[in-house]
Nanobody
Framework: QVQLVESGGGLVQPGGSMRLSCAAS????????MYWYRQAPGKQRDLVAS???????TYATSVKDRFTISRDNAKNTAYLQMNSLKPEDTAVYYC???????????WGQGTQVTVSS
């Protein structure tokens, strides 16, 4: 089992920045890749970014060059630095990891990010 707790969401103006954190605890397996997803109202949950334990990253086209994913393996924490935020970035952001053998997904409770003037 693993528990994921996201934090750092809130209200920000267009063009602003925000940093999300995802802390993993209680794990009894090694976490390889950590993911950030987001879900806007009425839409499906989409992958935003991922980072491997070795630091390899991937990004959705819509956030590339604006968002940066990072992680601190010693703290079992992943981060999502979001810059140049747009209203269309408004969504609930979720942290996700998967069991290395079963691929069972684990989700955090989500954190709301609202980009509005």
């Amino acid at each position: 089992q693993v528990q994921l707790v996201e934090s750092g969401g809130g209200l920000v103006q267009p063009g602003g920045s925000m940093r999300l954190s995802c802390a993993a605890s209680g794990r009894d397996f090694s976490i390889n890749v950590m993911y950030w997803y987001r879900q806007a109202p009425g839409k499906q949950r989409d992958l935003v970014a991922s980072i491997s334990s070795g630091g390899y990253t991937t990004y959705a086209t819509s956030v590339k060059d604006r968002f940066t994913i990072s992680r601190d393996n010693a703290k079992n924490t992943a981060y999502l630095q979001m810059n140049s935020l747009k209203p269309e970035d408004t969504a609930v952001y979720y942290c996700n990891v998967r069991h290395p053998i079963t691929a069972l997904p684990y989700w955090g409770q989500g954190t709301q990010v609202t980009v509005s003037s």
